[in-house]
């Protein structure tokens, strides 16, 4: 069982609460799982292990997510997103096998500071504009970061949602996009962390135990999704979105 029979009942406890809040978050806004989880577990446990726990509840609950509406829904998103996609599957590859021997503090502070700062002038009713003319090089950009990001840290859900919001991506789009995009990027992520080492017979146990508290979150987040408006979804979003980056800056910060 790893790491799963040698930890604290109140550790194991503590931490399925969290990947349960980590699922409801994700269900109602489609995103914020691995930061919460990251964040949540980092607090009683080693943040590499952390980062495992986080890898096999968000390669299953983002294949859940991308498939929700259908086979052929989910690969036209994959489609209309191609750049995004492989620009962030090519950074996070890349980037993965740099998690043993890089500070993650200045990422979290690169990352966090912009995505603060866009979400609350969305919130103030600033609405940016991106030219269509533009698309390929705002995807490899934005696409790039969020790979970096997702590699040693676990979470690429900021760069992401701050594009797709951008863009005025429509709700039920969104979510389906979102799973696609974090799930091919958890699918390289899985992978790339067994060839880092992060990922290994003591640490998949307690990844897998985390699964089945997220998969009832994000179910009974999916309800409070369904009933929720377009202008709500999308402010939603930007206060977790804002949340989030806060708090990668208070990790950045304060470790």
């Known amino acids: 069982m790893g790491l799963v029979s040698e930890l604290p009942l109140i550790t194991l406890l503590f931490a399925a609460l969290v990947a349960l809040f980590a699922g409801f978050v994700k269900g109602t806004v489609g995103f914020g799982m691995p930061l919460i989880m990251i964040s949540g577990l980092a607090t009683m446990l080693p943040a590499e292990v952390a980062l495992a726990g986080l890898i096999v509840p968000t390669l299953v609950t983002n294949g859940y997510q991308a498939f929700r509406h259908g086979l052929v829904a989910a690969w036209q998103a994959v489609g209309q997103f191609r750049v995004f996609l492989i620009s962030l599957l090519a950074f996070l590859a890349l980037s993965a096998q740099l998690v043993t021997a890089l500070s993650q503090s200045l990422l979290f502070i690169i990352i966090g500071v912009p995505v603060v700062a866009f979400c609350l002038l969305q919130l103030s009713g600033w609405q940016p504009k991106l030219r269509p003319a533009n698309r390929v090089r705002d995807e490899s950009l934005i696409g790039g970061l969020a790979g970096v990001s997702g590699g040693i840290s676990g979470i690429w859900g900021p760069p992401t949602i701050a594009y797709l919001t951008a ?18 990027g958890a699918v ?12 290994n017979a003591a640490t998949i146990p ?50």
Not at 176 to 183: D, E, F, L, M
Not at 188 to 199: Q, R, T
């Open 206 to 255: 307690l990844s897998v135990s985390m699964l089945p508290p997220s998969l009832a979150g994000m179910v009974l987040g999916g309800l409070v999704h369904d009933r929720m408006p377009q202008a709500t979804f999308k402010r939603v979003t930007l206060i977790v979105l804002t949340v989030a980056g806060l708090n990668l800056i208070r990790k950045g910060l304060l470790g």
């Open 167 to 184: 863009i005025d991506t429509p709700k039920s789009e969104q979510m389906r996009v979102q799973g696609v995009i974090y799930g091919l």
């Open 188 to 199: 390289v992520l899985f992978f790339a962390h067994i060839k880092s080492g992060v990922l």
